[in-house]
């Protein structure tokens, strides 16, 4: 820079170093890619969707899974030694505390919960007998939403059958950590539940709803409306605990009230067991291609 410039522009040569390195250092100056408080801003949000979908998406085709076996179901069902410890837990505290009513209700819910305990293990036979066995010469990878509760079981069953399982984690307030039974490289975490939902679809050639709450009934209803509009071509869609799933929806009077036909009651089935429900698999694949 000649002498004439630098007064006109009143940069002088010692303080141009720091004048370059002050510029260097400026929010605009960042790489877009490389700006988390550009990529995090309302704006961004398509590119953040396309993210989400991108990343799972390269890393399975990487590792060559093409075909999954979803499982859904609540995240508060344990198994029956956890079960009973988390009865014990709130005694104690409850003898220390007899009047807090929040550890009074959540006594009560936790010996509830204790009758749902073997879905936790149907969960975890089911995924074992899936991840064992082969339809039609190929692998089915169980895919669950990476939680605990029936998540975990799913996940569990297949490494007990030393097989790799999928777990999609989702952000929420409170906080869902990872069931330790996913495989490290297909343990995945997503902020948008749509983009999740779609992963869950993509690839899955049979899903299993176990007993749950608006989360499951989320994802049920997302495949059950996608295969009835031929969004997803007919794979099997099993209900396993047909007494709970019986009591809280009532399809009859869907169907007798013309809100959906006939024909949409054959998109599901119902199991009582693991080894059902993947027998139920089996039998559609006979006379179904992968």
Known sequence: MDKKLMKETGIYENDRYEKVN???????????????????????????????????????????????????????????????????????????NPNDKELKSKLENA?????????????????????SNKINGKKLIIVTGGGPGIMEAANRGAWEANAKSIGLNITLPMEQDPNPYISEEFCFRFHYFAIRKMHFVMRTKAMV??????????????????????????????????????????????????YISREDLSIFTYAETGKEAWNIIEEFYKTHKI
């Not at 890393?59 to 410890?85: P, W």
């Not at 010996?111 to 991840?131: C, D, G, I, N, Q």
């Not at 989360?215 to 295969?227: A, I, K």
């Open 111 to 131: 010996k509830v919960l204790l009758k749902s305990e073997k879905y936790y293990e149907e969960a975890r036979e089911f995924a074992k007998l899936a991840s």
């Open 22 to 96: 002050k510029l260097k250092h400026s929010k605009s100056y960042k790489k877009a890619y490389e700006d988390l408080e550009f990529l995090r801003s309302d704006e961004l949000r398509p590119i953040r969707l396309q993210l989400e979908l991108l990343k799972p998406q390269m890393i399975l085709n990487k590792h060559g899974v093409e075909n999954t076996i979803v499982c859904f179901g609540s995240a508060r069902i344990f198994n029956k030694e956890d079960s009973l410890k988390r009865i014990e837990m709130f005694k104690k505290e409850l003898q220390k």
């Open 209 to 258: 709803a176990f007993p749950g709450g608006f989360g499951t009934m989320d994802e049920l209803f997302e495949v059950l409306t996608l295969v009835q509009t031929g969004k997803k071509r007919k794979i099997p869609v099993i209900l396993l605990g047909k007494d709970y799933w019986k009591k809280v929806l009532n399809f009859n009077i869907m169907a007798d009230m013309g």
